[in-house]
């Protein structure tokens, strides 16, 4: 065990929640199609995508003789089939609007398929670890603070705001499949993400061009969002190059996922969620309690 102060959550999988997707407007982030079809581009990754992490960790299922270990793979198995079913209405609602989610979703497929089955089990727990990071820090910079998506339809903001919540409480359980059981050289584990950002940045940035396409924008107003938008996420002062640091830390030997703080307001989502039993007002709360 490292020195560093760990900080943990108790996962807890909560179902059928409702965040009446159907309800939302087209351009759903402050009418800016840009930034909306990034997110949605990276929204419908996540069904398969989850899919695919609980693939690889139960390629290692018969190896874990941890029981603890055993009984919070099986909770994070159970929350990312929610997260699965939950970002499906979203995909619903993109498929509404003209958008060609089943390619998308196709290719995707592909995708893992091969890296399942012509891939080790190591790599493919690196990759899953990786994206696990990469999800819990989005989730972190996300709702720290509460301009980063003051113009988000609150619907939406609820619905990312319940997942982000429940990557925090599983973000280390396929990184301690992979440490304890999944023997994975340390520069498969350093390669993985650096590769899964470039893929994950590189379709969402793609994936959203072919959206916006369908949305009726012509090359040269694309290419005029992209140039104006993308500095919203990765430039010198973007939403994700906020989170650096602690991406970096993945390559530090002695890393492990609890070395970083749960968000500040992660108590106030779960208080609000007891008290009104509505995840949209729960969502509304945890991110107005950003700073
Ligand atoms: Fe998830
Ligand atoms: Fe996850």
Redesign the pocket.
């Known amino acids: 065990m490292n020195a560093f102060t760990q900080y943990t959550v108790e996962p807890v999988v909560r179902k059928n929640l409702n965040f009446k997707l159907e309800e939302i407007p087209r351009f759903w982030f402050g009418g800016d199609p840009f930034k909306t079809r990034m997110f949605d581009a990276l929204s419908l990754t996540f069904p398969d995508g ?1 899919r695919y ?1 609980i693939e690889s960790v139960r390629l290692f299922r018969d190896k874990i003789k941890d029981p603890k270990l055993q009984l919070r793979v099986a909770d ?1 198995i159970r ?2 089939a929610q ?1 699965g079913m939950a970002h499906d209405k979203m995909n619903q609602v993109m498929k509404d609007q003209g958008m060609p989610v089943d390619q998308f979703i196709q290719t995707l497929n592909k995708m893992f398929k091969f890296e399942l089955t012509k891939r080790s089990p190591a790599y493919n727990i690196a990759m899953t670890a990786a994206a ?1 990071h990469l ?2 820090l989005m989730a972190d910079t996300f709702y720290s603070h509460k301009e980063t998506l003051q113009d988000a339809h609150p619907y939406v903001r609820a619905l990312l705001a319940w997942h982000a919540i ?2 925090m409480e ?2 280390d359980v ?1 990184f301690d499949v992979m440490k304890q059981v999944g023997e994975v050289p340390e520069l498969t584990r350093k390669f993985a993400l650096a590769f899964t950002t470039v893929l994950m940045l590189g379709f969402t940035t793609y994936r959203a061009n072919i959206m916006l396409k369908h949305d009726g924008f012509d090359r040269l107003s694309r290419l005029k969002m992209t140039v104006k938008g993308l500095p919203w996420f990765v430039g010198s002062n973007g939403m994700l190059t906020k989170m650096r640091k602690p991406y970096a830390e993945w390559f530090k030997q002695d890393f492990h996922p609890s070395q970083h703080p749960i968000i500040a307001q992660y108590d106030v989502w779960l208080k609000t969620l007891a008290e009104t039993n509505d995840p949209i007002q729960a969502g509304e709360a945890f991110w107005q309690a950003g700073k």
């Open positions: 989850e992490f994070f929350q990312e997260h696990e999800t819990a429940e990557e599983h973000r396929a």
